[in-house]
C-alpha cells in the first residue's frame, strides 16, 4: 500500500491541520446530534487506565492531555451512554499491524450504546471492520472530531457504521481501508446495509480503498450530507469519493464540494452511482461543486433537483467525471448525463504511469478519423495511428502490426466484442513498435482470444511472433484497458514472446523472438499460457522474457502445463521452461497468478538453468499492487520453478502480497531443490507460506536459505509443515545451509511469544511460522526497545 506503511508523518500532519478546520454551523446548535457538557460534571482523566475507570453508565469525561491507549478497543457497552470530551487532544491506539486479540479499533459502540464525543483527534486504530469507530448497532454522535490514520482490514478504515452515525464538522483524513477477509472499501467510511448516517460540514480527504470502491464512502444504507467537502479521495476501482449501490438512499444539500477524487488508475470519479442508484437533493446546493458517473454511463441522476434547485442549471453544481466527453444537463426536473461528442467521435482512455506520485494516470482522448475494423476473412495489416472496434467483429487471420509512425492504437469500445482464433503480432520489418490497446470508461471492450483451433498460428496472441524468427526486433505492448479471455498456442505465451522448438525435441536448437517490453496499465485480462509457457512473459525456450512492468488492472495468469507435449510447465507471470530471467516490477493492480507443474506462480518456469553463474528467474520487484501467487507442484509462490538454480532477486518495498508455493517449495524463494536466492522486504504487508518440506521464505526441499534481508513491512512466514526441522525462514527441510538473514532494528519477531532481541534470527530459523513487524511497544524508541536491539 503506496501510504499505508508510512502514516506515521501523515497521522501527525493531519492532527496539526485539524485545528484549522472551521466549523459549518452554529456552535450552540445542537440538533444534529452536540451534546453540552458542563465541565463540572465531567470527570477529568489525564491517563488510559483513569478513563476506563470512569466509563459507566452515564459517564461524562474529560481529557486533561493527550492519551496513548493501552493495547485494547475502548468499549462503549451494551445499553450504556457516554460522553466524552477530548478537550482539544488525542486518543491514539498507535498500532502498526491489526490487534486480533483485543480489537484494533480505538472505540467501538455496542448494540444499543450511546456515545458522545467532541472537540478531538483519534488515531492509530488497525481492526476488521474500521480502525477508528465501529458502530455495532449503537448510537454515535461526534462533534468536532478527527479521525485519522486508521486502517480497516476488511471495510470503512476510518468508521464503520451499522447503527446511527451523526458526524457535526470534524474531518475524516488518511484513513486505509484495505479490504482483505471480505473487500467491501470505504476508506474513510463504512455505511452499512440498514444502518443511517448523517454528516453535517465534514472534510474527508486523503482516504484510500485498496482493493475495490468507495475511496471515501460505501454507502449501502442511508447517507444524508450537509456541506461537507469529500476531496483527494482514492478508491481500487470506481468511486474515489462515493460509491453508493442502487438499494440504497443519498441525500445532498448545502455547500457540497465533491471533486479531485480518483480511481487507482488515475480516472476522476467522484460520485459513482451504482444499479440506478441516484442522488435525493434535499436542498439547496449554492456554491456546490459534485463530480458525478453512472453505471448506466447516461441519463438521469437526480430526484428532486427542480424542487429544491428551481431554475438554475444543474451543470452549475455538477460536472461528469468524464466531462470530455459527457455533459450535464436538465430534462424532465432532473439533472441528467449526456454525450456532448460529435457524430462519428469516438473516445478512449489512454493511461501512463506517474512516477513522482507513484500512480497511474488518465487521460481522456478524442479521435475523429479513426479506422473502423470490420469482420475479415483474412490477414490484415495496421499501419495508420488508431483503429477501433464499435461492434462484434471476428477475425479471420492474423493481425500484423507495421505502423507507419511508431505506433498503432486499437480502441475497444464499451459493448464491442473482437474475436479471433488468430494473433495480433509485430511484422517482422518492424523496429521496436508500440501497440496500444485501448478501452472506455466501463472497459466492457473485449477480445475474447479463449479459442485456438488453428494449429499453425503459433506465437503469442499478442506480442513477437516466432515466425518473424531472429528478426521479430523488441516490440512494445500497452494495454490500457478492455476486457481480455486468453488461451495460448502450444509452447506460446498469451501476451509476450515465442522462441521455436523445433519437432526433434533438441532444446540447444532454439529460435529465439527477442522479447521486448509489456506494460499493463489498466483493463482486465484472464489468460492461460500455451504448454510450458507462462500466460504473461516467455515461451520455451526464449533467453529471458523482456521487461513486464504492471501499473494497475485485474489480471488473472496461470502458466500452461505439460498436457503430453513432453514439457512440464511455465509460470503464471515471468518465464517459460528454458527461460533465463528478465525484469517483472509490479507496481499496482489486482494480481493472481499461477504456474503450472514444476513453475513458479510469479518468476520462472521448469529447467531455466541448472548454472548458478547465468540469470535465472531474473528480478522480480513488487512496489504496490495486491498479489497472490500460487506456484506449481514443486515451484515457489513467487521465486524459482523445480530444480533451478541461477541468479534470483526478489523485492518487495510495498503492496499486499500473499505467496503459496506448490509441493516441497517455498511460498517465496526456491522450488524443490532450489535455493532462496536474494530476497530484501522493505516494506508492504507479505505472507508466504511454504508447501510441505519447503520453508516459508527462503529454500525449498534441500535448498539452502538465500540472502534474505528484511527491513520493514509486516511479514508472516510458514513453513509446509509444523515439524521440528521445518523452518518459518531459512532454508528447505533436508538442507542446513541457513544462508544469511538480517533484520532490521526496529523489527520485532514473534512466534508462541514475543522474541528477544537476542533470539529473533533462531526464531525466524527454528519455529514452523513467525511474524515480523515493526515494533508497537510504547516508551520505547528503536534504539531502547528490549525486544529488537542488537
Keep these: 500500500m503506496r501510504r499505508l506503511y508510512n502514516l506515521t508523518f501523515a497521522m501527525l500532519a493531519v492532527v496539526m491541520l485539524a485545528a484549522t478546520f472551521t466549523a459549518c454551523s452554529s456552535d450552540d446548535d445542537n440538533s444534529t446530534g452536540e451534546k453540552n457538557v458542563n465541565d463540572d460534571e465531567a470527570t477529568v482523566v489525564t491517563n488510559d487506565q483513569e478513563l476506563r475507570n470512569a466509563m459507566n453508565n452515564g459517564a461524562i469525561i474529560k481529557l486533561a492531555n493527550d492519551i496513548q491507549m493501552s493495547n485494547k478497543t475502548l468499549e462503549i457497552k451494551e445499553g450504556t451512554t457516554v460522553t466524552i470530551n477530548l478537550d482539544g487532544h488525542t486518543l491514539d491506539r498507535n498500532l502498526t499491524a491489526r490487534n486480533y486479540d483485543t480489537g484494533g479499533q480505538v472505540i467501538t459502540v455496542r448494540k444499543n450504546a450511546t456515545l458522545y464525543l467532541s472537540n478531538g483527534t483519534l488515531t492509530g486504530g488497525w481492526g476488521g471492520a474500521s480502525g477508528g469507530v465501529s458502530i455495532e448497532g449503537g448510537t454515535a454522535n461526534l462533534t468536532d472530531v478527527t479521525i485519522t490514520g486508521c486502517v480497516g482490514d476488511d471495510r470503512g478504515g476510518g468508521i464503520w457504521n451499522n447503527g446511527t452515525l451523526t458526524m457535526t464538522r470534524g474531518a475524516i483524513t488518511n484513513n486505509v481501508s484495505r479490504d482483505i477477509t471480505a473487500p467491501r472499501g470505504g476508506g474513510a467510511l463504512f455505511n452499512a446495509e440498514g444502518a443511517k448516517a448523517t454528516l453535517t460540514g465534514v472534510k474527508i480527504t486523503g482516504n484510500e480503498a485498496l482493493a475495490v470502491g468507495g475511496g471515501g464512502i460505501v454507502n449501502r444504507g442511508t447517507l444524508a450530507l450537509d456541506g461537507c467537502a469529500i476531496t483527494n479521495n482514492t478508491a481500487k476501482t470506481a468511486g ?20 479531485g477524487n480518483h480511481s487507482d488508475d488515475g480516472q476522476d470519479n467522484n460520485v459513482y452511482l451504482r444499479e440506478g442508484a441516484v442522488i435525493n437533493v434535499t436542498g439547496a446546493l449554492t456554491n456546490s461543486k459534485i463530480g458525478v458517473s453512472m453505471e448506466t454511463h447516461a441519463g438521469a441522476f437526480t430526484s428532486g433537483y427542480n424542487t429544491t434547485n428551481s431554475g438554475v442549471n444543474p451543470a452549475t453544481f455538477f460536472q461528469a467525471d468524464m466531462s470530455e466527453v459527457m455533459g450535464v444537463s436538465l430534462d424532465n426536473n432532473e439533472a441528467q448525463l449526456k454525450t456532448s461528442l460529435p457524430e462519428g467521435t469516438i473516445y478512449y482512455i489512454e493511461r501512463s504511469w506517474d512516477d513522482a506520485g507513484k500512480r497511474v494516470v488518465s487521460s481522456v482522448k478524442t479521435a475523429s478519423d479513426a479506422i473502423e475494423l470490420k469482420s475479415t476473412d483474412g490477414a490484415i495489416t495496421l499501419t495508420k495511428k488508431l483503429y477501433v472496434v464499435k461492434g462484434n467483429i471476428t477475425l479471420g487471420g492474423n493481425i500484423l502490426i507495421k505502423p507507419e509512425s511508431e505506433s498503432v492504437g486499437i480502441v475497444l469500445c464499451d459493448g464491442a466484442k473482437l474475436k479471433t482464433i488468430y494473433n495480433i503480432v509485430f511484422d517482422e520489418s518492424t523496429t521496436k513498435a508500440k501497440l496500444h490497446i485501448y478501452g472506455q470508461e466501463a472497459n466492457t471492450g473485449t477480445m475474447d482470444m479463449s479459442e485456438t483451433g488453428y494449429s499453425e498460428s503459433r506465437g503469442p496472441r499478442i506480442g513477437n511472433d516466432w515466425y518473424r524468427g531472429n528478426s521479430a526486433t523488441e516490440g512494445e505492448v500497452n494495454i490500457h484497458g478492455g476486457a481480455f ?7 506460446c505465451p498469451c501476451i509476450g514472446s515465442y522462441s521455436n522448438v523445433y519437432d526433434d525435441g533438441d532444446r540447444d536448437r532454439l529460435s529465439h523472438a527477442k522479447s521486448g517490453v509489456i506494460n499493463i496499465f489498466g483493463g482486465s485480462i484472464n489468460a492461460l499460457g500455451g504448454n510450458g509457457a507462462a500466460a504473461i512473459g516467455a515461451g520455451i525456450g526464449n533467453e529471458d522474457y523482456g521487461t513486464i512492468n504492471i501499473y494497475g488492472g485485474d489480471i488473472t495468469a496461470e502458466g500452461g502445463d505439460d498436457a503430453g507435449f513432453g514439457y512440464s510447465g511455465g509460470s503464471g507471470i515471468g518465464g517459460g521452461m528454458y527461460c533465463y530471467g528478465g525484469t517483472l516490477n509490479i507496481y499496482g493492480g489486482n494480481i493472481k ?19 548458478e553463474s547465468v540469470a535465472g528467474p531474473g528480478d522480480v520487484n513488487i512496489y504496490g499492487g495486491v498479489v497472490f501467487a500460487y506456484g506449481g507442484d514443486h515451484g515457489a509462490g513467487i521465486g524459482y520453478g523445480d530444480g533451478i538454480f541461477g541468479k534470483c532477486n526478489i523485492t518487495i518495498s510495498g503492496g499486499r502480497v500473499e505467496a503459496h508455493g506448490g509441493v516441497d517449495a517455498a511460498g ?25 518440506y519447503g520453508a516459508g521464505i527462503g529454500g525449498g526441499q534441500d535448498g539452502s536459505g538465500g540472502n534474505i534481508t528484511i527491513t520493514g513491512g509486516t511479514v508472516i512466514a510458514k513453513a509446509g509443515r509444523d515439524e521440528t526441522g521445518w523452518r518459518a525462514i531459512g532454508p528447505g527441510s533436508g538442507s542446513d545451509d541457513y544462508g544469511r538473514l538480517t533484520l532490521g532494528d526496529a523489527l520485532m519477531v514473534s512466534a508462541e511469544r514475543l522474541a528477544s532481541a537476542a533470539e529473533r534470527h533462531d526464531m525466524c530459523w527454528y519455529r514452523t511460522q513467525v511474524r515480523v513487524e515493526p515494533c508497537t511497544h510504547p516508551g520505547y524508541t528503536a534504539d531502547t526497545c528490549p525486544y529488537h536491539q542488537h
Design 668 to 692: 517465496i524463494g526456491g522450488g524443490e531443490g532450489s535455493p532462496g536466492g536474494t530476497i530484501t522486504i522493505s516494506g508492504g504487508y507479505v505472507a508466504a507460506y511454504g508447501n510441505d
Design 240 to 259: 474515489g469519493g462515493i460509491w453508493t449501490a442502487g438499494t440504497a438512499a443519498l441525500s445532498m444539500q448545502g455547500a457540497m464540494t465533491i471533486t
Design 485 to 491: 479471455t486468453m488461451n495460448a498456442y502450444a509452447y
Design 593 to 611: 497468478a499461477t504456474g503450472a507443474p514444476e513453475a513458479a506462480g510469479i518468476g520462472c518456469g521448469e529447467a531455466s538453468t541448472t548454472d
